[in-house]
């Protein structure tokens, strides 16, 4: 059975720090993108950074520029989401999301095949 699995999240200070694993068991990684998404209540999923299957590539949104990284482990079939900086609006529940390869800055939740079941984030004092 393929799963992804989110685990990390938690309640954190504003100007926090946090980081997000994202592993999968049932298949390898090594032939997947994967992209961070995070809905807030009562807003729609968005898509916060991705990477691709090699690591070549990265791109995040620009709201988490400078704050966010990812990076990933293919060994330990693990991908993360280093956050710092945090700020009240990053609260929301964290998803990640597996795609064949490639990510690209014209994709949406869509364009993805698996997905995790989230863990929450809340940025507060």
């Known amino acids: 059975q393929l799963e992804l699995v989110e685990s990390g999240g938690g309640l954190v200070q504003p100007g926090g720090s946090l980081r997000l694993s994202c592993a999968a068991f049932?298949?390898?990684?090594?032939?997947?993108?994967i992209g961070w998404f995070r809905q807030a209540p009562g807003k729609e999923r968005e898509g916060v950074s991705c990477?691709?299957?090699?690591?070549?590539?990265?791109k995040s949104a620009d709201s988490v520029k400078g704050r966010f990284t990812i990076s990933r482990d293919n060994a330990k079939n693990t991908v993360y989401l280093q956050m710092n900086s945090l700020r009240p609006e990053d609260t929301g529940v964290y998803y990640c999301a597996a795609r064949p390869y490639y990510c690209s800055y014209d994709e949406g939740p869509h364009d993805y095949d698996y997905w995790g079941q989230g863990t929450q984030v809340t940025v507060s004092s």
């Open positions: 049932g298949f390898t990684l090594d032939f997947y993108a």
């Open positions: 990477i691709t299957s090699s690591g070549s590539f990265t």
